[in-house]
């Protein structure tokens, strides 16, 4: 099992930038696909961003594909989500998320195992 723990949540004008970080325990991080969603009021929970076990390779919703970058650090057991020119429809609580590999196409969206507790971003128009 693995846990995750999310940070670097807050409020933010349009345009700025915030980073989220997901800290993750168990010795099993590096086993794990991450990825990252979100869900906004009344709204189902909707992809955003994945990474591969080894950081290899990258899938993005295209509502953020090209302001959002994803990226994890194996030996700080910690994956981020770097968020530029951020607009108030990114206004939700973000979720971190580990996926067990299982072989599948990675240019589909994960299908998460375990998740963390969710951080709010919200950004002001």
């Known amino acids: 099992q693995v846990q995750l723990v999310e940070s670097g949540g807050g409020l933010t004008q349009a345009g700025g930038s915030l980073r989220l970080s997901c800290a993750a325990s168990?010795?099993?991080?590096?086993?794990?696909?991450m990825g990252w969603f979100r869900q906004a009021p009344g709204k189902e929970r909707e992809f955003v961003a994945q990474?591969?076990?080894?950081?290899?390779?990258?899938y993005y919703a295209d509502s953020v594909k090209g302001r959002f970058t994803i990226s994890r650090d194996n030996a700080k057991n910690t994956v981020y989500l770097q968020m530029n020119n951020v607009k108030p429809e990114d206004t939700a609580v973000y979720y971190c998320?580990?996926?067990?590999?299982?072989?599948?196409?990675?240019?589909?969206?994960?299908?998460?195992?375990?998740w963390g507790q969710g951080t709010q971003v919200t950004v002001s128009s």
């Open positions: 998320a580990a996926e067990i590999p299982w072989g599948g196409d990675p240019s589909t969206p994960m299908e998460p195992d375990y």
């Open positions: 168990g010795r099993t991080f590096s086993s794990y696909n």
């Open positions: 990474i591969s076990v080894s950081g290899g390779s990258t």
